[in-house]
C-alpha cells in the first residue's frame, strides 16, 4: 500500500470523522477526490479501513440487516450501495458466515479498481462517491454496543451450535399458504390459508419439545434475531409483533430507537414469528388499504389517525386472538404440556439474561373511531389458528 494513499485518508479521516458538524466533509472528500493520480491506491485504502469498521460493529452486536436498515433511514441510496459492498468485502475472508446473515457478494475483481467501476456504475463522481463513503464511516464508528443475538463470522464457537429448524419441507408448504393468503382479496380464502399456515407452525413446535424431551433430538437452547419495525405506524407494528412472537413462545423487545425488536426463543419458533409476522402485517396493510378506500368513497377523508388507530386495534385484537389459539393448541396435546413448559422456561431465563433491565412504552391512544371499528373487523378476518376463538 503507497504511503502516499495512506496519508491521503488519514488526511481524509481526521478532517471528516471526529468532528462534531459537517464543516470537514467537503475537505475530507475533496482530499480523496483530489488524488493525483492515486484513486485506485485511495480505493483500495477506503475498502480496507471499511472492512475493519464493519467488523467493529459486528463485534459490538451489529449484524448486516440492522446496518443497513440505519443506512437506509438515514443516509440515501448511494450510502446504502456502499455500506453492502463494505458488508460484502469484510464477509469474502471466512468460508462460512452465520446464519440470517448477508447474501451481498463482491462484484469487483481488483480492489485497486473498486472506486473507479462504482462511480461508473452509480454514475457519480469523486467528490460525491468520496462524500458518501466518509459519511457511511461516520455512522459506523458511532454505533454503541447491543445486545448480541448471535456469533459473529469467524466465531468457532458459532460452528458449533446446534439449531432445529422448521423442516424444508413444511417451510415451504407454509410459505406457500401465506403467499395466497396475502394475495387473495378474498377475506374466506385468506382465512382459510393463514389457520393451515398456523396449524403447521404449532404441530412443529410442539413435536419438537416431545422429541426434545425423549433425548430424539440434539440439546437446543434459544437463540434470537432482530426483526425490523419501522416507521410509519411503528408502535401498532411493535404490538402486533409482540403478539406474534409471545403466541409462538417467544419474547420481543422492542427498540425504538434503532427500529426493530430482539425476539428470542428457540430456532424454528424463531422462524415462524417472522413468516407469521411478515404475513399478518402485509394483509393488515392491504386490509387498511381497502377500508380507507371505502371511507372515501363514502364522503369522509381518512387522515393519518385514522391509519394508525386502524393498525393499533388490528394489533391489539389479534393478539387476543393468537393468545387463545395458542392456548387451544396447548390445550389439545395435555401431554405435552410439560415439555412446553420448559421451553418457556428456557426461553424466559435467555430474555431476562440478555435484558436484564426494560421499560414500558405508554401508546399513543386511537382516536379515529372508525379506523378502529375497521381495525378490529380486519383482525376477526385474519384467521390464523385452526379454531376461531370467540371474543366479547
Known amino acids: 500500500m503507497s504511503d502516499a494513499c495512506v496519508e491521503i485518508v488519514d488526511r ?16 475530507g472528500a475533496s482530499l480523496l477526490a483530489a488524488d493525483g493520480g492515486l484513486w485506485g491506491g485511495v ?13 467493529q460493529a459486528w463485534e459490538r452486536g451489529w449484524q448486516p440487516a440492522d446496518v443497513l436498515r440505519l ?21 469474502r475472508r471466512y468460508a462460512r458466515l452465520p446464519e440470517r446473515w448477508s447474501d451481498a457478494e463482491v462484484w469487483w475483481t481488483r480492489d485497486e479498481e473498486y472506486a ?29 454496543s447491543i445486545e448480541p443475538v448471535g456469533p459473529v463470522p469467524g466465531d468457532p464457537a458459532g460452528d458449533a451450535l446446534e439449531h432445529a429448524h422448521i423442516e ?40 419438537e419439545a416431545l422429541l426434545a424431551v425423549r433425548g430424539g433430538s440434539p440439546a437446543q437452547v434459544p ?63 392491504a386490509a387498511m388499504t381497502r377500508a380507507e378506500a ?29 393468545a387463545e389459539t395458542a392456548e387451544h393448541t396447548a390445550g389439545e396435546a395435555p401431554d405435552y404440556l410439560p415439555a412446553l413448559v420448559a421451553r418457556d422456561v428456557a426461553v424466559g431465563a435467555r430474555a431476562e439474561e440478555m435484558f436484564p433491565r426494560t421499560t414500558t412504552t405508554r401508546l399513543r391512544g386511537a382516536t379515529d373511531h372508525a379506523g378502529w371499528e375497521d ?11 385452526g379454531v376461531r376463538p370467540q371474543l366479547p
Request: hydrophobic share 45%; proline share 2%.
Open 116 to 144: 473507479d467501476r462504482l462511480a461508473r456504475r452509480v454514475k457519480a463522481d469523486r467528490f460525491a462517491l468520496g462524500t458518501a463513503v466518509l459519511e457511511v464511516f461516520r455512522l459506523l464508528i458511532r454505533l454503541p
Open 375 to 385: 381495525g378490529t373487523a380486519a383482525a376477526d378476518a385474519a384467521r390464523v389458528g
Open 71 to 91: 443506512v437506509r433511514r438515514d443516509l440515501d441510496e448511494l450510502h446504502l450501495r456502499v455500506t453492502e459492498d463494505l458488508i460484502a468485502a469484510e464477509g
Open 223 to 285: 437463540g434470537a434475531c432482530r426483526i425490523g419495525v419501522e416507521p410509519p405506524y411503528e408502535e401498532a407494528k411493535a404490538v402486533l409483533l409482540d403478539a406474534v412472537a409471545t403466541a409462538n413462545r417467544c419474547r420481543a423487545v422492542w427498540n425504538s430507537g434503532f427500529e426493530f425488536s430482539t425476539v428470542v426463543g428457540f430456532e424454528s419458533d424463531l422462524e415462524a414469528v417472522e413468516l407469521l409476522y411478515t404475513s399478518l402485517l402485509v394483509q393488515g396493510t
Open 12 to 27: 481524509a479521516f481526521g478532517a471528516a470523522l471526529y468532528a462534531q458538524d459537517d464543516a470537514g466533509l467537503d475537505t
Open 168 to 207: 424444508p419441507r413444511m417451510l415451504g408448504r407454509i410459505r406457500a399458504l401465506l403467499a395466497k393468503a396475502e394475495a387473495t382479496t378474498f377475506p374466506e380464502e385468506a382465512e382459510a390459508l393463514s389457520a393451515k399456515a398456523q396449524e403447521l407452525m404449532a404441530r412443529h413446535t410442539v413435536d
Open 43 to 55: 480505493g483500495r485504502e477506503l475498502l480496507r479501513r471499511g472492512e475493519a469498521y464493519v467488523r
Open 294 to 322: 371505502a371511507q372515501r368513497a363514502g364522503g369522509r377523508k381518512r387522515t393519518k389517525t385514522f391509519r394508525q388507530s386502524f393498525l393499533l386495534a388490528y394489533a391489539s385484537r389479534l393478539g387476543r386472538r393468537l
